[in-house]
């Protein structure tokens, strides 16, 4: 926003008050005309107000940004409180975030796990009603792997505490399965060691930046999951990121295979076939990952 890299165009509301207050104003750190985006009327329980960015293909997005009017020292609006959605082809939900409390700094919240969207909605929301001004910042990156969506065997609850379970996946969910959406399996975001794991980060159980499953949820059979693109892809690499801690019972898979399609019954013969190597030997509570580079992902802001 700030740099200017989305265009006015791509910036829009559900109204202005006028329109040197009007959404492509909504810039953090610019100073142009009455300073950012100011709705035509009030902003209460029962009277919504809302301000889209539209990032034209999906991105991860790892952090948002908020500020009110400065307006040059004259500004005195900023929202207390606001509502966050995102959205994708076939895709339609939301976050709930702490805004702001001055006019003039601005209030970064980190997304964690990160979402991926193609367009950011930023609901101004207030208990009573209140006159808000609002300029944004979005960070991330470009998601440049062309995926729809995956579908599969949602994670596992493990004791002591371990949150295992796909946490961000914002598709169907049915008892233990995930379907047409993303998540955690391709945000971009690496898992720590084992001994950095957050516990009860953002409300959630010791182990939410990862994904994992157990033999018994499983019940002997592999697991599948399956990865839909918007168009036919060529594949030069596959890595897989993942841990194991003798310790604490985490083991890694004896092989993995790896079946390849154009369409979601119609798979080629030749299959893809590895054993799980090891990169090196780690310590007992050290990630142990396999040959190959980590994915890409955006760094944090």
Same mark, same amino acid.
């Given at each position: 926003?700030?740099?200017?890299?989305?265009?006015?165009?791509?910036?829009?509301?559900?109204?202005?008050?006028?329109?040197?207050?009007?959404?492509?104003?909504?810039?953090?750190?610019?100073?142009?005309e009455?300073?950012?985006?100011?709705p035509?009327?009030?902003?209460?329980?029962?009277?919504r107000?809302?301000?889209?960015?539209?990032?034209?293909?999906?991105?991860?997005?790892?952090?948002?940004?908020?500020?009110?009017?400065?307006?040059?020292?004259?500004?005195k609006?900023?929202?207390?409180? %606001?509502?966050?959605?995102?959205?994708?082809?076939?895709? &339609?939900?939301?976050?709930?975030? @702490?805004?702001?409390?001055?006019?003039?700094?601005?209030?970064?919240?980190?997304?964690?796990?990160?979402?991926?969207? @193609?367009?950011?909605?930023?609901?101004?929301?207030s208990s009573?009603?209140? @006159?808000?001004?609002?300029?944004?910042?979005?960070?991330?990156?470009?998601?440049?792997?062309?995926?729809?969506?995956?579908?599969?065997? &949602?994670?596992?609850?493990?004791?002591?505490g371990?949150?295992?379970?796909?946490?961000? %996946?914002?598709?169907?969910?049915?008892?233990?399965?995930?379907?047409?959406?993303?998540?955690?399996l $391709?945000?971009?975001?690496?898992?720590?060691?084992?001994?950095?794991?957050?516990?009860?980060? %953002?409300?959630?159980?010791?182990?939410?930046?990862?994904?994992?499953?157990?033999?018994?949820?499983?019940?002997?059979?592999?697991?599948?999951?399956?990865?839909?693109?918007?168009?036919?892809?060529?594949?030069?690499?596959?890595?897989?990121?993942?841990?194991?801690?003798?310790?604490?019972?985490?083991?890694?898979?004896s092989?993995?295979?790896? $079946?390849?399609? &154009?369409n979601?019954?119609?798979?080629?013969?030749?299959?893809?076939?590895?054993?799980?190597?090891?990169?090196?030997?780690?310590?007992? +509570?050290?990630?142990?990952?396999?040959?190959?580079?980590?994915?890409?992902?955006?760094? +944090?802001?």
């Open positions: 926003m700030e740099s200017g890299d989305i265009p006015d165009e791509a910036i829009t509301a559900s109204s202005s008050h006028n329109h040197i207050v009007g959404p492509h104003n909504a810039r953090v750190r610019k100073e142009k009455g300073g950012a985006w100011c035509k009327d009030q902003v209460s329980e029962s009277a107000e809302s301000l889209t960015v539209d990032l034209a293909a999906v991105h991860v997005v790892t952090a948002v940004g908020t500020q009110g009017r400065f307006g040059n020292g004259d500004g609006e900023y929202t207390e409180e %606001y509502m966050l959605e995102y959205w994708r082809p076939g895709l &339609d939900s939301f976050r709930s975030f @702490t805004g702001n409390v001055n006019t003039y700094l601005e209030q970064k919240n980190q997304l964690a796990p990160p979402l991926l969207a @193609t367009k950011v909605r930023f609901i101004p929301i009573h009603p209140r @006159t808000v001004c609002l300029r944004v910042e979005l960070y991330g990156c470009n998601a440049t792997g062309g995926l729809l969506s995956y579908e599969g065997v &949602d994670g596992a609850v493990r004791d002591p371990f949150q295992l379970g796909d946490d961000s %996946y914002d598709g169907a969910r049915g008892p233990g399965l995930l379907r047409h959406g993303l998540g955690q $391709y945000d971009g975001e690496l898992g720590r060691p084992l001994n950095q794991l957050q516990l009860q980060a %953002y409300g959630r159980g010791k182990g939410w930046e990862w994904v994992g499953w157990s033999r018994r949820q499983l019940e002997g059979q592999p697991l599948i999951l399956i990865f839909t693109f918007e168009s036919m892809r060529n594949f030069t690499l596959l890595s897989l990121h993942a841990f194991a801690s003798q310790e604490d019972d985490f083991g890694l898979p092989k993995v295979e790896v $079946y390849f399609g &154009d979601a019954t119609n798979y080629h013969e030749q299959v893809l076939t590895s054993p799980f190597h090891l990169a090196r030997r780690a310590g007992p +509570r050290e990630p142990q990952p396999n040959l190959g580079p980590p994915p890409p992902h955006c760094q +944090r802001p």
